[in-house]
């Protein structure tokens, strides 16, 4: 009988490639009774499979003579995953993914994987690896908006992200990296969980890309500050830390209670109305306004690899569409003078730069040290993947302030 950590594997890649769920939903309908390291090991090969499938489907072709069911594909993905890229032994690699199969298709698996097993990591030598785990259509649309740097983005995407922190005022965290934006960054398998200073709410998970459009708003104490689509409620969080009166709207019930339950373990206040914005009417105006807007996520492919197998051409459109009505919603509720920033976590320029042609208050230099590369001619800041390569990386990123 296959390991558990190899049933959970199959089980998620499953989830996303046949019923295209979300990785981290489909980890969530595990069976309650697995074992925490069999879900986290199993976690850990589906998402290794996601980040490099194309390079994997390439490295296992010379030996399929025809096309297997799902269910084996993916048994042989994880198992070439495992010799190739997780260093797995052969044997427990091998004879874990013949279990996992029918018994007809045993035979096919064992040889196969018995093949690339003796190729080694020769088997991955000469291939263009950005180019095989980057649909085409993700390709040209980034060729289109970042030029050459899509060679580039596509590279980082092949590595895990590290563990990145925001900070409580005056909290340190041991260990970390301070990057110059003030987030402290943790090594790639690092447990938030297992950091001391968690349960104290002394910090909590935020990419340093996701921190910098609270830093562009710049809340000020006592101001009363709209934050849009706020769930999970890492940028609300800044904002109730330094000071402001929160209003934080999300659409969804669920995230909802996640984004209540991570302010109240960082002990921080804010008003919390679940509602569709669209269909909203706050009865104010606000002093600055934060719209963090429903996105294809193409830009935090480093952290959510399911992206690249679940995303299409379709929902950039129909999410650019959606934008648009929130900005336009958005700018109505500003009152005279304040400030609204704009946000995706998207490497789409459809949703980002497509947007804002001019008007805009250009960020400046001084307010995003390290990145003064990352604004754009119309004064927007976009972040990539490739930037701060050297530290790790960062997730990709459109913000664009505009007053009122």
């Known amino acids: 009988m296959a390991s558990p950590t190899r049933r959970a594997a199959l089980a998620l890649l499953t989830a996303v490639l046949q019923s295209r769920r979300p990785l981290e939903e489909a980890l969530d309908a595990l069976p309650a009774g697995m074992a925490p390291r069999d879900r986290g090991a199993g976690h850990r090969i589906a998402a290794t499979v996601l980040r490099r499938m194309g390079s994997l489907d390439a490295a296992l ?6 096309e297997p069911p799902p ?4 048994t042989l993905r994880i198992g070439a995953a495992e010799l190739l890229l997780l260093g797995t032994p052969p044997h427990a690699a091998v004879s874990d993914c013949v279990a996992l199969v029918p018994k007809p298709f045993a035979g096919l698996v064992n040889a196969v994987l018995r093949r690339v097993s003796e190729a080694g990591v020769a088997a991955l030598e000469g291939l263009d690896a950005p ?11 980034w060729h289109a908006t970042h030029g050459p ?16 922190l925001s900070l409580m005022p005056g909290a340190v965290v041991e260990g970390a990296m301070l990057l110059p ?33 609270v830093r562009l708003l710049a809340p000020r104490r006592g101001e009363l500050v709209l934050d849009l689509c706020a769930a999970p409620g890492g940028k609300t969080a800044q904002l109730a830390a330094a000071g402001a009166r ?22 921080l206040p804010a008003d919390i109305v679940v509602a569709d914005a669209l269909a909203w009417d706050p009865g104010t105006r606000f002093d600055a306004i934060l719209l963090d807007a429903p996105c294809t996520a193409t830009g935090t492919i480093r952290r959510h690899p399911d992206v690249v197998h679940l995303k299409k051409l379709y929902d950039v459109e129909r999410q650019s569409e ?46 995003v040290p390290g990145l003064e590369g990352a604004i754009t001619a119309q004064g927007a800041l976009r972040t990539r993947p490739d930037m ?17």
Do not use: Y
């Not at 983005?153 to 990145?164: C, F, N, S, V």
């Open 322 to 367: 959606q934008q648009r009505a929130l900005l336009a919603a958005a700018r109505g509720w500003l009152a005279p003078g304040g400030r609204l920033v704009f946000a995706t976590c998207s490497l789409q320029g459809e949703e980002g730069e497509a947007h804002f042609r001019t008007g805009l208050d250009a960020v400046r230099p001084e307010e």
């Open 61 to 66: 072709e010379p030996w399929l003579k025809r």
């Open 149 to 164: 740097a899509v060679r580039a983005m596509a590279e980082a995407h092949g590595h895990e992200a590290p563990l990145d």
């Open 71 to 74: 269910e084996v594909r993916n």
């Open 181 to 213: 934006n003030g987030t402290a960054r943790m090594p790639v398998g690092t447990r938030i969980t297992d950091i001391p200073g968690f349960a104290e709410g002394r910090f909590w998970a935020q990419d340093a890309a996701a921190s910098l459009p």
């Open 388 to 404: 701060w390569g050297e530290w790790g990386g960062m997730d990709g990123f459109f913000i664009a302030r505009i007053k009122g």
């Open 246 to 267: 929160v209003v934080a709207v999300e659409r969804e019930k669920k995230r909802a209670e996640r984004l209540v339950e991570n302010l109240t373990r960082l002990n």
């Open 131 to 141: 180019r095989l785990d980057t649909p085409s259509w993700l390709w040209s649309a």
